[in-house]
């Protein structure tokens, strides 16, 4: 009887965003105590995301694939890896950390997230894709973990200073929504959930999410399941500075803390859509917009586009998670 050959892992990590010494040492010490081969290292570039790397290292054929970086290098990395079954792992960093955020893993030590990669179980969950039409007519083809959109977040994401971002995390986000709430122009768009009816709507923001939590315990979709086979749309348009306090206080207060109450839960299912705020679930999403407007996937700005379809792809990305999970 033959030893079968040792597993082999593969990291893809931002250089920017891991120190690296201790990132080795963790990632050599977990794979030696779970008797996995040497790890093969590759590291991002503003030139590769982690899409070339991730291809790479697949063809290589890895057992798990450990992404080590922010929200860009994990959402690169799911593009890659998207529907070939190989595991990925998450070593959050940076500021955002959505992915892991909504799975509920653990952000802040990590040791005990290489210790799970090496550990822990799989867990299938969906992917959003996305295809985005640009002004020239072209088209390009993308995916996204946690929400795609256009409006008022898309232009907070653009107009947030990096440099302040490094220092201040997500205070310098503040900022940005600021310059985003004074610019007056709003959405016009034509849309089409599933095989329904063309709809027309005038909005500040449309989003999609497969996942609805952002940093700071706020919940945008409430309703959104990481692996339920549907995409979460929100559409937002408050009227005026009242209705932008509303939207706050829905979104920090009654999908926050009445929605974590079983008597709340019932008081926000029932309030859930009106004015400022409309909710819907859907499989597929087509909407042409009256001019090119900015749109961010997983909080990094993908330019202009004057139209896009996304669609949810059931359980096509695998990711480690703690085995007591």
Request: glycine fraction near 10%.
């Amino acid at each position: 009887m033959t030893d079968q050959p040792a597993k082999i892992a593969a990291i893809i990590y931002n250089p920017i965003k891991v120190d690296l010494d201790a990132l080795r040492e963790a990632i050599t010490t977990e794979a030696d105590a779970a008797g996995w081969g040497e790890t093969l290292w590759f590291e991002t570039s503003v030139e590769d995301e982690g899409q070339g790397v991730s291809r790479e290292a697949l063809d290589k054929k890895v057992d798990l694939v450990i992404a080590a970086g922010g929200d860009g290098t994990v959402r690169a990395v799911a593009e890659a890896v998207r529907g070939s079954g190989t595991p990925v792992a998450l070593l959050p960093s940076g500021t955002g950390n959505l992915l892991a955020r909504n799975l509920k893993l653990t952000l802040d030590n990590m040791p005990n997230s290489v210790r799970s990669a090496f550990t822990g179980v799989d867990r299938a969950i969906d992917l959003g894709v996305i295809d985005i039409e640009r002004a020239d007519t072209s088209r390009d083809r993308h995916v996204y973990v946690v929400m795609a959109g256009m409006g008022i977040d898309a232009k907070m994401i653009e107009n947030t200073d990096d440099d302040l971002k490094k220092k201040a995390g997500w205070v310098a986000y503040v900022d940005a929504i600021v310059k985003s709430l004074r610019d007056p122009n709003e959405l016009q768009m034509r849309f089409k959930l599933d095989d329904g009816q063309t709809k027309r709507a005038t909005v500040h923001t449309v989003m999609l999410g497969n996942c609805g939590s952002l940093p700071a315990n706020v919940l945008l979709m409430p309703d959104a399941v990481v692996d339920d086979g549907l995409l979460d749309l929100l559409l937002m348009r408050p009227g005026g500075v009242l209705g932008w306090i509303r939207v706050w206080t829905k979104i920090v207060w009654t999908n926050g803390v009445l929605r974590r109450t079983k008597a709340g839960e019932m008081v926000a299912g029932e309030r859930r859509n009106d004015g400022d705020l409309h909710y819907e679930t859907t499989k597929r999403f087509v909407a042409r917009l009256s001019r090119p407007e900015v749109i961010e996937l997983d909080g990094d700005s993908f330019g202009k586009a004057v139209a896009f379809k996304s669609w949810v792809e059931p359980g096509a990305l695998t990711v480690r998670v703690p085995a007591d999970a």
